[in-house]
């Protein structure tokens, strides 16, 4: 694999992996936060690696559906880690409620990016 592939894909994990411990500590207090909950950010350094093959993938591939099912298949893992992780720590927390609304969001993401990362037309 290529290397700046990898320190991407590398830098992207500790990038959302910081920003979730942002958020969850803003939300919940840094004090409250389990030592589980910081370790689990650690997996979203090697999360990141699968779709560091996929992304460059969708983003050449013309037909859309395609396009936004691998954009959808690549957020998939560090997506759910982030969702999963900080829906945990709420005493309320629902597995279903979490699993539907990550689902949503896959697809949302998947299609959003299929617009954005388009291949350009040739001309």
Do not use: C, H
């Amino acid at each position: 694999m290529n290397s700046l592939i990898l320190r991407t894909a590398l830098m992207t994990g500790v990038v959302i992996g910081a920003v979730n411990i942002v958020f969850a500590g803003v939300e919940n207090g840094f004090a409250n936060l389990p030592i589980w909950f910081y370790l689990v950010q650690l997996l979203l350094i090697p999360a990141m690696i699968f779709p560091s093959r996929l992304f460059p993938q969708a983003a050449v591939t013309k037909n859309y559906l395609q396009r936004a099912g691998l954009y959808a298949l690549g957020w998939a893992v560090p997506y759910a880690v982030y969702t999963f992780s900080s829906d945990a720590l709420s005493i309320a927390f629902d597995p279903a409620r979490t699993l539907l609304k990550y689902l949503l969001m896959v697809v949302i993401f998947g299609a959003v990016f299929a617009v954005l990362r388009a291949p350009k037309a040739e001309k």
